[in-house]
């Protein structure tokens, strides 16, 4: 599986995915989901993508083929974000239009996800998660987080830490904490890591990092997140046992 | 939906359930799913039980009437843990070739699970998952803790904390943790929390509580843990940027 996220607030957007894919447990390799479509200056767009990896790699082929033949709709063409989701979403119906009945008759599943965050010249920055039905939502204050794939495992520590106020640099270790959780619990999410910074107003990306297997830095967060997480759960208070049972039977099934 | 977490190592067992039904999110109840069958001085027989509520009260109800009917095979009577997972387990399916036919026709999820933890004299302790199909797998030293329903958002905790060597009463606050964490994320998962410790060869449960909504102990843990979890994140050293970017379109599709 895959797991990617994006994350904003009024001082930019983090995004995050492994690269681990996989076709079964006993077929695993390692493809890039992180893929960044910027013009500096002008405008920033990043998309992360999971799910079936034919249909997102011809997605993603398909929007470099507009802008290598200058076609009018490209994703360097449009001047708002909202129109880029719609043309990505466009771009995700062709291909299931294509694909998805040969895939079907094989029960093979063909949903695929997108986030989409960024920001063009004379917007403030977004993020939109487009689902494979080629529609999309958009990430809001009340919920400044959007994820794809794999996405239960890293939901915890976003609930509990991610804000409208919390500076950008921790958003981004935030990010990388989550995923670190997500390949923790469930093999089949993998390093290397992609992890990008916007800050807003910049256009342009200034800050982009792969951790792979074994990087140091991915192995300092991990371990000091694990002590301090046992440390954390140490300092809780033992349970305040009310009910020292005495008798057993009429317990069973009253109350 | 519910969850349920069993965990055993050599100090015993600890298991722990919510108590929050829903049919839709339009329709939320509360309903008991942790059961004692223990006879103190004899046995500790725990269940807990997720999926369809009709279906796991089928279970436990033809469970309890074989005790009150004094059957040759009830949950008294057998000398072996693993022969009660198995009775279970043929529980199960016997309501299933009543009910499933016609739940299906109104494609009406029939799943059910069931966690069954305990100790009769003579055996050590032990915990089991018990299927919807009726077959079983029982916890090792390497996974000391079972899960059934909602389990994805609680994991990464048990991941993180549970050995063979941690205390019982670690074990149990660790319990608490992963179904608050779970409540968080998911709100079809809720209170009441019911939890019991068993102590290795104490033949008697001992210790056993409910947390309802708003309990004073449930509060005060997920106040403290949030904030020890804020402050481990907000010491977490920052993300060391390799590569500041310069120039962008030979970076697209490469790599």
């Known amino acids: 599986m895959t797991y990617c996220l994006?994350?904003?607030?009024?001082?930019?957007?983090?995004?995050?995915?492994?690269?681990?894919?996989?076709a079964g447990v006993d077929y695993i390799s390692a493809y890039k989901k992180l893929f960044d479509f910027s013009v500096p200056g002008d405008r920033v767009i990043i998309i992360c993508s999971s799910g079936n990896l034919s249909i997102t790699q011809g997605v993603i082929t398909r929007l470099q083929r507009d802008i290598n033949n200058e076609e009018k709709e490209n994703l360097y063409t449009f001047s708002h974000l909202y129109?880029?989701?719609?043309?990505?979403?466009?771009?995700?119906?062709?291909?299931?239009?294509?694909?998805?009945?040969?895939?079907?008759?094989?029960?093979?599943?063909?949903?695929?996800?997108?986030?989409?965050?960024?920001q063009i010249k004379g917007e403030t920055p977004q993020l939109y998660l487009i689902y494979s039905q080629g529609n999309y939502i958009q990430a809001t204050p009340e919920t400044p987080f959007l994820q794809i794939g794999e996405a239960k495992y890293g939901k915890p520590i976003l609930d509990r830490t991610v804000t409208g106020e919390t500076p950008l640099e921790a958003l981004a270790k935030c990010a990388v904490l989550s995923i670190d959780s997500t390949m923790k619990s469930n093999i089949s999410v993998g390093p290397p890591?992609?992890?990008?910074?916007?800050?807003?107003?910049?256009?342009?990306?200034?800050?982009?990092?792969?951790?792979?297997?074994?990087?140091?830095?991915?192995?300092?967060?991990?371990?000091l997140w694990e002590e301090h997480v046992r440390h954390a759960f140490e300092s809780m208070p033992n349970i305040e046992w009310k009910y020292e049972v005495q008798s057993y039977q009429e317990d069973v099934l009253i109350d």
Chains 1, 2 share one sequence.
Request: overall charge positive; some cysteine.
């Open 6 to 22: 994006g994350i904003i607030n009024r001082f930019g957007i983090v995004m995050a995915s492994d690269s681990r894919t996989n």
């Open 83 to 118: 129109d880029v989701a719609r043309y990505i979403g466009n771009k995700t119906r062709e291909i299931q239009e294509l694909d998805r009945p040969w895939l079907e008759k094989d029960k093979i599943d063909y949903h695929c996800n997108f986030l989409l965050g960024g």
């Open 193 to 223: 890591i992609d992890v990008i910074m916007y800050n807003t107003n910049s256009f342009q990306l200034l800050h982009k990092l792969q951790l792979r297997l074994g990087d140091p830095y991915l192995a300092k967060i991990r371990k």
